[in-house]
């Protein structure tokens, strides 16, 4: 089975910005993972470590997020991340850009411009030995449970 | 008028001097550190409780001009002085506290609360700013944003000078280490770029350590109290351009601020798409000075642009100085040290400490080949001080597949072999031919075909290149070849046996490679041989 090296990964408490990703339409939406806590990023990171991740930044937040963003950008050189900030933060943005977030979002009206970055670089680690029609199957993006075994697949047929 | 306007100003000049005079004389004795800025935020007075503190002689400081920025000046007194700045509202609001703090010269930092309390009496009074600091330090965090003394600016201001001194503490120039000339090469580039200002492209290949070059530069540059801005060129689009380059413009300082110079850094530059190139370019038109442009690319945007790849006037705008990553395989005299390096910043971070690596493990990196470049050499750093059990790193240490290599390596004869050009076009013949040898069953007339040459052409070949072989039965002789002593058709030449399999020729083509990968198309020869 290949297994894609990059995902999309939300690091919020409520859930809102993973929920209008998985209402976009297009590929992106099924890449989207939701998770809550730096110890459930880690293990994804290893796996897929050139994901993209969106991380909910708040005043009481902010410092420990960007430490554990700067921590994993050193470990994973491939990954990149967005911020999601509250308005309060906005003397902040430069902070967050000089440590190497792609982007900087305030709040849901910037879904679009994120999603396109997130797009391209989940492109650019799409798994490479793929024949053309495993690469249309990969566009499509799969929850893990019914990702095609291509493997099997070529071998079936 | 403007003799009125020059008396007016002396005199109030002689009541600000006479005033601080009357509060130095009150204030010296003062157990807190105090300050006096005045309407400039130059800082007039401090008392021999703020010399104590700051560890600078009064006649250091007073004079100094305090900046609110949270730079990485490399000047002590300017550093110090920045870190004692107000926030700018107490010039419009009034008395207020805020935090004040530095970093000495030894690397430690302080930070105090701040009592700051405007001293105007009438309209013509050149109005003071008296700064009355807390005794001790005091701890700042993150949580305490909502406190209600403070404005929540100016804590995220005073956190944002600590984080930035801390990051900029990774991009020294004395990280640049080596004692290879390719090494020396690259740190009296950096330094030149670092001294001149002007805009910067690192070329090198991925992995190489691009962004960190360039980073390094931008904290070294004296003038760069600002912060850097990057963009990845390798998945920015019109929209996402313009929003960074907004966040640019929002962190110069406004007018009336003390002057800044705030990077832009754009990452692969290579992969900037046109639109965006153009869409840059106007964007760079219109930025001063206060802008210093750095970029990184795999390729020399000024060639790329020769060639047609990249806009040259966006190549020319951001290229006036190239610095050359060398590969790390081009200076393996430095591994040793870079390895070294590379685990005692993992020291830095970590609880555990390890002393080094062994010599065999040493010798084995240094001659591995590095495809990954410094970003391989510093995962096998990691994930052998990961693997290591005591405080020195043996070759049981390192990654399976540094050591498979090193095994491999130690299994293969050395081969010591200089590129010659004809020699290398000759190989490439003889692969060919015997391919297509191999393909056409040793028919010449067939194989000729495919590969595109007269038979005559090709039986040159095959005796030019040492191929030769007798023509198999069906396979016709033609008059243009002369026989020649050795040749396969001399009855008293090498080839000349009775068992015409001895004879075939000494091609060790890949019959099973070729079948599986096809390196021709079947020909169509009608059925005819020649």
Redesign the interface.
């Known amino acids: 089975m290949v297994e894609s090296r990059a995902r999309l990964l939300i690091w919020e408490r409520h859930g809102q910005w993973s929920r209008a990703w998985h209402g976009t339409s297009g590929a992106i939406a099924w890449h989207v993972h939701q998770v809550r806590g730096a110890v459930e990023v880690e293990p994804l990171l290893e796996s897929a470590r050139a994901s993209f991740l969106a991380m909910e930044c708040d ?2 937040n ?2 420990s997020r ?1 430490d554990a963003a ?1 921590k994993w950008t050193r ?1 994973y ?1 491939q990954v ?1 991340f967005a911020i999601l900030a509250c308005p ?2 906005i ?5 967050f ?4 977030a ?3 979002a305030w709040d849901l009206r910037d879904l ?2 994120l999603t ?2 997130a797009c ?2 989940l492109a ?1 680690y799409r798994p490479a030995d793929l024949n053309p029609v495993q690469r249309c199957l990969e566009r499509w993006g799969w929850l893990p449970e019914f990702r095609p075994d291509y493997e099997r697949t070529e071998h079936g047929s | 008028m403007s003799r009125f306007h020059g008396w007016h100003e002396f005199s109030r000049m002689s009541r600000a001097r006479s005033n601080i005079q009357f509060l130095s004389q009150s204030l010296a004795k003062s157990p807190q550190p105090v300050y006096l800025l005045d309407d400039r935020r130059i800082l007039q007075y401090c008392n021999p409780a703020f010399s104590e503190w700051t560890g600078l002689d009064a006649g250091l400081i007073q004079g100094a001009r305090c900046d609110y920025h949270s730079g990485l000046d490399g000047n002590e007194v300017m550093r110090i002085a920045a870190g004692l700045c107000p926030p700018p509202e107490v010039f419009e609001v009034g008395a207020l506290s805020g935090w004040i703090g530095f970093r000495r010269a030894d690397g430690s930092s302080t930070r105090r609360l701040a009592h700051f309390v405007p001293l105007s009496g009438t309209a013509d009074d050149a109005s003071l700013l008296l700064a009355i600091v807390a005794p001790h330090d005091m701890e700042l965090k ?2 305490s ?2 406190s209600p003394v403070l404005p ?2 100016n804590q ?2 005073a ?2 000078r600590e ?2 001194h801390a ?1 900029g503490a990774q991009y020294r120039l004395d990280h640049l280490v080596g004692d290879s000339p390719a090494a020396q090469r690259l740190r009296a580039q950096v330094s030149a770029a670092v001294q001149t200002g002007v805009p910067v492209t690192i070329c090198g290949p991925v ?1 190489a350590g691009r962004e960190h070059v360039a980073r390094t530069i931008h904290v070294a540059r004296a003038t760069s109290h ?5 963009i ?1 060129c ?4 019109g ?2 351009l313009d ?2 380059l907004e ?1 640019l413009q ?2 110069l300082p406004d007018a009336g601020q003390p002057p800044a110079v ?1 990077s832009l850094l754009l990452l692969d530059l290579e992969r900037l798409n046109s639109e965006c190139q153009l869409q840059l370019l106007r964007r760079l038109a219109t930025v001063g000075p206060e802008v210093s442009l750095l970029a990184t690319a795999g390729r020399s945007p000024l060639e790329m642009a020769r060639r047609g790849e990249f806009h040259l006037a966006l190549a020319s705008a951001l290229a006036v100085i190239e610095v050359e990553l060398p590969r790390l395989v081009d200076r393996q005299d430095d591994i040793r040290l870079l390895t070294q390096l590379l685990l005692e910043q993992q020291n830095s971070r970590g609880q555990r400490q390890m002393s080094g690596f062994v010599p065999e493990a040493l010798s084995l990196l240094a001659a591995y080949p590095w495809p990954g470049e410094l ?1 391989e050499l510093s995962q096998v750093v ?1 994930e052998s001080v990961a693997n290591c059990a005591g405080s020195m790193v043996g070759v049981g240490d390192l990654p399976a597949s540094i050591r498979a290599w090193g095994q491999a390596q130690h299994r293969m004869r050395p081969v010591a072999r200089r590129m010659v050009y004809d020699d290398a076009v000759a190989e490439l013949q003889r692969e060919l031919i015997a391919a297509a040898l191999a393909r056409s069953r040793n028919n010449r007339a067939k194989a000729a075909k495919l590969l595109g040459l007269s038979r005559a052409r090709l039986l040159r070949l095959i005796e030019q290149l040492g191929l030769d072989a007798p023509p198999l039965e069906g396979d016709p002789v033609i008059d243009v070849e002369v026989d020649s002593p050795g040749s396969p058709r001399d009855p008293h030449g090498p080839y000349a046996t009775a068992d015409p399999t001895l004879s075939r020729p000494k091609i060790d083509a890949p019959a099973a490679a070729s079948e599986s990968r096809p390196l021709f198309w079947e020909v169509d020869d009608g059925g005819e041989h020649g």
């Open positions: 005043a009481i902010w410092e960007c700067l470990d050189g990149r309060d933060l003397p902040m943005e430069p902070w850009r000089e440590i190497g792609v982007d900087v679009g411009r396109r970055l391209r670089h650019r | 993150s949580d944003v909502a929540a600016t995220l201001h956190r944002l984080l930035r990051l992995g600002g912060g850097i801005i990057p990845d390798g998945i920015v689009d929209a996402s929003a960074a966040a929002r962190s705030v970003d990691n």
